[in-house]
């Protein structure tokens, strides 16, 4: 129980749970909003197509995340191909610091499971019957007031598991979020990995702890709103 009191009585342990959520949050919301689009884009392909577009789409997902992480170090590194060709084309006098930050595990995390939204969602999309969005524009609803009214709300069971997918991912991406976040932008589930390393089980334990009663109650919430 001290390590529990530890936890919730530690400034610096809310903080980590503040940017945990914060960071999840941001994925979540940047992964609906580019995600949903593509998705109803991929739904109304035929068949032979969409079934290519998706396999496009796992594809990614085959390449290991250590992979990935590296990649984006070598892109937003100080020496990374952005930072080079901003600095040769005169923009900039000194290396921008575009890793080890927030926004650079925002980045990581978008590009690697932002598969997993449009997959879900499109599949729901693809399964809903057009005649229900037909019967809403022929008693004379327009295509704003068909998507809000009929679209979107046949479509949440897709979005739900999206943004289950997205989130729970994003609590245990340990690789991705010590690559490109450094030891100065660490989440919880970076305080769980220093735990268990450094032989402090107990806190290590309330950590994780913690982490799934976070999980959980965001997953409620996610179904309740759903």
Do not use: C
């Amino acid at each position: 129980l001290a390590n529990y009191a530890a936890v919730f009585s530690d400034p610096f342990y809310f903080l980590i749970i503040k940017r945990t959520l914060a960071t999840a949050s941001w994925i979540l919301a940047l992964s609906l909003l580019i995600g949903y689009p593509v998705a109803y884009v991929i739904a109304r392909l035929p068949p032979a197509k969409r079934m290519l577009v998706m396999l496009l789409l796992l594809f990614p997902l085959m390449v290991s995340n250590v992979v990935r992480a590296y990649g984006w170090v070598a892109i937003l590194g100080r020496s990374g191909v952005i930072n080079t060709t901003l600095g040769d084309l005169g923009l900039v006098d000194a290396p921008l610091s575009l890793l080890y930050s927030t926004q650079a595990i925002v980045i990581g995390l978008l590009t690697i499971l932002l598969p997993y939204m449009v997959i879900s969602i499109a599949n729901t999309l693809a399964s809903m019957d057009v005649r229900y969005q037909e019967a809403a524009q022929s008693l004379g609803a327009g295509p704003v007031r068909t998507f809000v009214h009929v679209t979107l709300p046949l479509s949440a069971p897709g979005v739900a598991s999206g943004l289950l997918l997205v989130f729970l991912l994003t609590l245990s991406a340990y690789v991705t979020i010590t690559l490109i976040g450094g030891p100065r932008t660490k989440l919880l589930v970076s305080l769980i990995y220093d735990s268990v390393v450094s032989f402090q089980w107990p806190q290590a334990a309330a950590l994780a702890f913690v982490l799934l009663a976070l999980a959980l109650v965001v997953t409620a919430l996610i179904l309740a709103i759903m």
